[in-house]
C-alpha cells in the first residue's frame, strides 16, 4: 500500500504540472491575441482619425465650403454672424457655409452608419450643444488640460465593447473663424476628436487564430498524460507485485496481532516464576493509564500496589497459577494516577515454544458494577415508590406488583398474580368511553385515565392509572407497566378549586364569573320566553368604619350573616352573588313583571337592617340598593350590572333605601368620569387657584384672619364650585395631592405678600379626612413652612368634627404633632357631629367654627339660638376663640355681637374673592359697620 501511495503521487503531481504548462501556454496565447486586436483596433482609430482631422483642417483652411440646404444639411445657427453664410448659385441653387466642426460631425454619422465606427467632436463651452461631452470625454478633457496628449480605454456602449481614443484640439488660425467669439487664442485647447471603434470584428478574427492553434496543444497535452500514465503504470505494477509478496509474508503475523493489540478487552503475557509482564496490550495500556513501556518488563505486582506480598508477584496472581485450567476473578486494578478501577481478570497457562506464560485478559465492569447497581437502586425504588407500580403480560397474567399496590388496594401479590389485571380494577364506572380498560391497555402507545376505583374493602377512591407498553429490542410490545396513583386528596383538591373559580371564598357565594354566566342564561331565556331579568347590586353603607372601628375579623362575620339574610329574601332560582368588600348582586329571573322586584328590594334592604348579633355586640347596619331590568335598561350582564351600578350611586347620593335605573344616570356618570378625568390634569395645568374670605373681629370690626377656598377654573366648562368636584377628589383619592397643594400654595402666598412688605393675618387651610389620616401630612405641612420660611403662627388648619372623632386616640397625637410646628387649628362645623366634652377639652385647638347651618337659622329657630349660645359658651370656658361662618344679614350680626361671638365670616362683609383683592382689603382697612347702640 505504500509502495502503491509513492507511486501515484508523482503521477497526480505530474498531471497537474503537465496540465498547468499547457493551460499557462493556452492563457498566454489568449492574452497576446487579447493584446493584439487591441493595437489593431488602436491603429483603425488612429487612421480614423488622422483621415477626419485631415477634412477639417481642409475646410477649416478653406474657412469652410458651401453644399446645398437640404433636409440633413440645413443652415447653422450657429454660423448666423457670419454675413456670407447662406448664397445662392447662378442656377438657383441654395447654398449654406459648412464648418469644419459641423462637416465632420457628418462625417463622423456617416462612418457610424456604414462600419460602426463612432466619432465625435467635443468641447467643455461647445457651440453646439450635440457636441457636449459624455462622462468619459469630459475626464479626458481635463486631462487634456494638465497636460495629456491622448486618452485610450476599453468601455462598452449599448452592451458592446469599444476601443474609446481621443485626442486633444489645438487652436490653430482658421479656427478662430467659428471660435473667435469664445476667446480663444492660437495654441489653446478648445475640444478634443473622439473616436469608438467595435471590438467585435478584432476579438472574433483573433479568436478565430487562437481556435486553429487550440487543437494542436490539446494533441501535445494528451501525449503527456499518456507518457505520464503509462510510467505510472509501470510502476504500480512493479509496487502491487513487491506487495503481494510482503502481505504473504505477513498474513499470519498480523492475524494474531491484530486480535491482540486491537481487542478491546486488555490482554497481557506474564511469566509464571517472577510475574514479570512480558506483552501488553493497547486496551490494557489504556485501560491503565500507561504506556507499553511503562508496563512491558515489570512486575504484574504495578497493577495491585496495594496487595502486600513478600513475591514478586500477588496473591490473586498465585490464585490463578494454582489452578492449570483457568480461572476468573472479579478485583480492581489501580491505575497511573491510583485511580481504582474494577476489573474480571481471566488467567490461564498457555506454552509458547518451550517458554510456558500465563496470558490473561482484563474486562473493565466499572460500568457494569454502576449498572447493576443502579438496576438494584431502581428495584428498591420501585419497591419504595409512593404509587402503585404493576407489571404485566399482554395475557393480563399480573407478574409483579410493588408494595405500594397492596397498601392502595388491599390486595397482596398473590391475589394481583391469582386474579389478573382485570380483576384488581374495581370501577363504579366501567364504560371507559365505550371500551374496557383492558381494550385500552392493549393499546401500542401510552395512555392515562382517571378512575373512580374501589379498594378490597370496598372504600371508593380516585386513581390516575398510566399505562406504558414495555417493548424488546426488537420494538415489539411484551409486557405493560401500570402506574395506579391514589390522587383523593388532589381531586378534591381540584373540585374546590372549581367551586372557588365560581364562588366567593368568604360567604360562599357566587362570584362575578358565575354571576356573569348565568345571568347570560336567564337573559337568554327570557328573551324567548317574553319574561323580565333583574339585576339588583347593593353596598353597605358606612360599612368601612365597621371594619375599621371593630376589626376585619367581625366585618367578614357581619359580611357573611348579611349574605344568609340576601338569600333568605330571594327565590331558590335567583342568584346572590358577591363582588367584593361590600357589594352584593341578587339575580332575579323569569319574572311576570317588573312590578314584582319593588317587593323583592323592599324585603331584602328590611332583611339587611335587622340588627347582628357578633361577639356580643349588636351592630346594625343598612344598604343602598340600585336595580336594572331586562330587556328595557340593557340585554347583557356587563351591562345590566353596570346600569345597576349607577342606580345604586343614585340611591346612595340621595340617601334614598333603593333606586331603578333611568337611562338620564349614564349621561350623570359619563359627565362624573369625565370630571374626574380632567381633575388628574387640573393640577400640572395651573387650573386651580385660591380665593380668601377675611375673617372680622367683632370687637373692633377689623380683619384679623381669612379662609382660603379652593376654585377650579375649568379651560371649557369655567369656574366649578368645590361642592362638585371636592366629593369626587375625595372618593379617588385626588384629595391628598390636591389638599398639599393648598397648603403650599398658601404658604407661598403668605411669603410673597411679606416680601412685599405688606402685614398680613393669618390664613386658614381646610384638610380633609384622608389628609388627616395620611402619614405624610406632618411632613408636608413642615416642608411648605420650611420652604417658604414663613412663621408659622400665620398658618392655620381646619378640621371637620366628624374627621377627628374617626379615631379620638390617634387624633390626639396627631394634633399635638402639629402645635408643635406652632401653626394654630380650628375645629371647623362645630355641632354637627358628635364629640364630647371629654374629648373636646383634650384636643389642643385654638378655635369653634359654629356651624352656618345653625347661623342660617338665627333669630328664627328657638334651637337655633341656643345652640349657638351654647357653642359659643363652652369654647369660652375652655379657652377657645368662636368663628361663626356664614353670616349674612344684620340680624345674625346683632344676635353673634349679644352672644359674645369672637369672629365673623360670611357675605354680610364679604364674599371669597382672589389674592390681591382681598390684600386691598387689608390695605384699605375695610371694617364693619360701627355697632349699634
Known sequence: MKLFRLSIIPWILGVILWTALVCYLEWKEVKAGQQFAFAMAKSEAQGSYNKDLAYRRWVAKQKGVYVQVTEHTPPNPHLSHISQRDLTS????????????????????????????????????????????????????????????????????????????????????????????????????????????????????????????????????????????????????????????????QTTENKYQTLFEEAEVGYALADIKTGEILEC???????????????????????????????????????????????????????????????????????????TVLFGSFQNITQRNKQTKKLRLLSHAIDQSPVAMIIADLNGTIEYVNPQFTKQTGYSAEDAKQHGIQKTFCQTDSSDNGLTLWDNALANYAWDVELHSQKKDGTLYWEKVSVSPIVNNRGDNTHLLIIREDITIQKLHTEQMKFLATHDELTGLANRNLLHDRTNQAIAKAKRSQRYVAILLLDLDRFKIINDSLGHRIGDQLLCAISERITQAVRETDTVARLGGDEFVALLSDLNSPEDIHHIADKILTNIAKPYKIKAREITITASLGYSIYPEDGDSSEILIRNADVAMYKA??????????????????????????????????????????????????????????????????????????????????????????????????????????????PVAANLSAKQFNNNDLIAVVEQALNSTKLDPKLLELELTESMIMQNPHSTVSILHELKELGISLALDDFGTGYSSLNYLRRFPVDCLKIDRSFIDDLTHDKSADAVATSIIAIAHSLGLKTVAEGVETQEQLEFLQRCDCDILQGYYFSKPVAAADFIQMVQDNKQLPPRRS
Open 90 to 249: 447662378t442656377t438657383g441653387l441654395q447654398l449654406t457655409l459648412v464648418n469644419p466642426a459641423y462637416m465632420t460631425r457628418q462625417v463622423f454619422e456617416l462612418s457610424a452608419e456604414q462600419y460602426g465606427m463612432h466619432g465625435h467632436i467635443t468641447s467643455l463651452n461647445p457651440i453646439e450643444p450635440l457636441n457636449s461631452p459624455d462622462p468619459w470625454e469630459k475626464q479626458c478633457l481635463f486631462q487634456f488640460e494638465e497636460g495629456e496628449l491622448e486618452s485610450c480605454c476599453n468601455e462598452q456602449i449599448d452592451g458592446q465593447d469599444y476601443l474609446r481614443l481621443m485626442y486633444p484640439m489645438t487652436t490653430e488660425e482658421p479656427c478662430l473663424h467659428c471660435h473667435e467669439k469664445q476667446n480663444y487664442k492660437i495654441g489653446d485647447i478648445h475640444g478634443g476628436i473622439s473616436v469608438s471603434v467595435p471590438m467585435a470584428p478584432f476579438e472574433l478574427a483573433m479568436q478565430k487564430k487562437i481556435n486553429e492553434g487550440r487543437p494542436v496543444r490539446l494533441s501535445i497535452w494528451l501525449l503527456g498524460l499518456f507518457y505520464l500514465s503509462l510510467s505510472n503504470w509501470m510502476i504500480r505494477k512493479h509496487a502491487a507485485q513487491e506487495r503481494r509478496a510482503y502481505q504473504l509474508a
Open 281 to 355: 496490550n493497547n486496551a490494557l495500556c489504556l485501560l491503565t493509564g500507561r504506556a507499553l513501556d511503562e508496563l512491558i518488563g515489570q512486575p504484574q505486582s504495578i497493577l495491585h500496589p496495594k496487595e502486600n506480598s513478600e513475591r514478586s508477584f500477588t496473591e490473586s496472581f498465585a490464585q490463578h497459577l494454582e489452578l492449570p485450567n483457568g480461572s476468573t476473578l472479579q478485583t480492581k486494578i489501580s491505575t497511573k494516577e491510583q485511580q481504582l478501577i474494577d476489573v474480571e481478570i481471566r488467567a490461564q497457562r498457555i506454552s509458547l515454544g518451550d517458554k
Open 652 to 761: 346612595k347620593a340621595e340617601g334614598n333605601r333603593s333606586c331603578v335605573f333611568d337611562v338620564k344616570m349614564t349621561q350623570m356618570v359619563l359627565e362624573r368620569l369625565d370630571l374626574e378625568t380632567d381633575m388628574r390634569f387640573a393640577l400640572s395645568r395651573g387650573e386651580f387657584l385660591l380665593h380668601y374670605q377675611p375673617k372680622v373681629d367683632l370687637t373692633t370690626g377689623i380683619i384679623t384672619g381669612c379662609e382660603a377656598l379652593i376654585r377650579w377654573i375649568h379651560p371649557q366648562r369655567g369656574m366649578i364650585s368645590p361642592a362638585t368636584f371636592i366629593p369626587v377628589a375625595e372618593e379617588t383619592g385626588l384629595i391628598l395631592s390636591i389638599g398639599n397643594w393648598v397648603i403650599q400654595t398658601v404658604c407661598n402666598q403668605i411669603a410673597t405678600w411679606q416680601k412685599q412688605g405688606i402685614n398680613v393675618v
